[in-house]
């Protein structure tokens, strides 16, 4: 039995490692910047203290456009205040024209979706709109020792190494982001009932009411679309919560797998660049060795804001689920996983809903179904993306408990793959 005194030495030992990580890449790194540049250089000379040679470390540069991350987003910001404008107008004088405004909306919506999707295949558009940026992934692999590396699974631990400001704080986005989703589809259904009634109804009430319903919902999602619109993005934060909290978590894990690998799975531990701009870096990664990864038995573990001192919980948190509609499963075998690591190490943890306005680097694995989930704490977004995310709010014990989380869930990955 390990001495308790031990342990608690080797738990101070691992916090300060933690922080110092973070304190060293706490500083402005917006994608394509000066800042970036000396992050990724930083990373690499990371990566070599820990153990890693020059050959076991990758760079994985890439050149992306900003506009479906920047000028797309406003475009179809401007498209909804068209639109409500237009069924505001014409929706007295002549209310049949509200139906095929709406379908055709709908349709040039659904096609500009679309395209978000997968910005990093090259299309069209970013060649002509939207400015061009460089940046580069950083990471290492640890092999499988039973199994060849080509034949072995494989399990991908990542967090992002940029960072970014922004005019509006990263809560204030979000609740911009679900009012203009929510807003819109309400919106839709008001009108609805309003045409049904306007033919079919005899009841004045019912439309003084529902006419109520649209000027206020309308008022709403044109506020939320302003500021949307009006959103910068700035190289001012430090990026402590945002990301350098997730790349020590990064740090730490490979440090001790590179001594102790796991028997089956192959382990990447990555640090994407361009996350706050478009998730370009992981989208790159994923395209690029998706021919590689079995996406049956691959899965991805994602660290972005860890930890916070305003946290009321002060525990550990993650995504379980996402969509505002119909909630789906963030995973299915890593929920369940880390539910056992955590119980097993009587360490408390809570799951999140996420509706909307928020992206990480789990959106391109989720969207080619691999089994990903993020560990997050939603907290953050009160210092996120602004000059106030600096080491001091970081909650050393949480990324602690973190790390013993998931080093024990990726264990029982590996152990119950004999099962």
Sequence with gaps: MLDKNLIDENDIKTKEKLFHYIEIFSFPRLAGSEGEKSAVKLTVETFEKIGFNENEIQKQEFEFSTFYSEELVKIIAFMSLILIAILLFIKYLFPVLVIFTIIGIIIIFLSMVKVLKHPELKGFWENFFGKKVSATNVFVKVPAKKIPFESANNIIISAHLDSK???????????????????????????????????????????????????????????????????????????????????????????????????????????????????????????????????????????????????????????????????????????????????EQKIKIYGHRVLSGAHTDSIPFHLRKYDSIDITTLSAAKYSHSKNDTPDKINSQVLLETGKIVRRLISMLDDNLLM
């Design 165 to 343: 400001s922004q005019t509006v704080k990263t809560i204030w986005r979000v609740i911009f982001f679900v009012i203009w989703e929510i807003g819109g589809i309400t919106l839709l259904i008001f009108f609805t009932l309003f045409l049904i009634d306007y033919y079919f109804g005899t009841f004045k009430i019912i439309l003084i009411v529902l006419e109520s319903c649209i000027i206020v919902v309308s008022s709403l999602i044109i506020f939320s679309i302003f500021m949307i619109i009006i959103i910068k993005t700035g190289n001012k934060s430090r990026g402590a919560l945002d990301n350098a909290s997730g790349m020590a978590l990064v740090f730490e894990l490979s440090s001790i797998f590179r001594i102790t690998p796991l028997n089956n799975f192959n382990l990447w531990f990555c640090q994407f660049s361009a996350e706050e701009i478009g998730t370009m870096g992981s989208r790159i990664f994923v395209d690029e060795y998706e021919d590689f990864f079995n996406k049956e038995k691959s899965y991805h573990i994602n660290f972005d804001m860890v930890s916070s001192i305003n946290n009321k919980r002060n525990i550990v948190e993650f995504i379980k689920s996402y969509g505002f509609l119909i909630p789906k499963s963030a995973s299915h075998l890593l929920l369940s996983y880390i539910h056992k690591s955590a119980d």
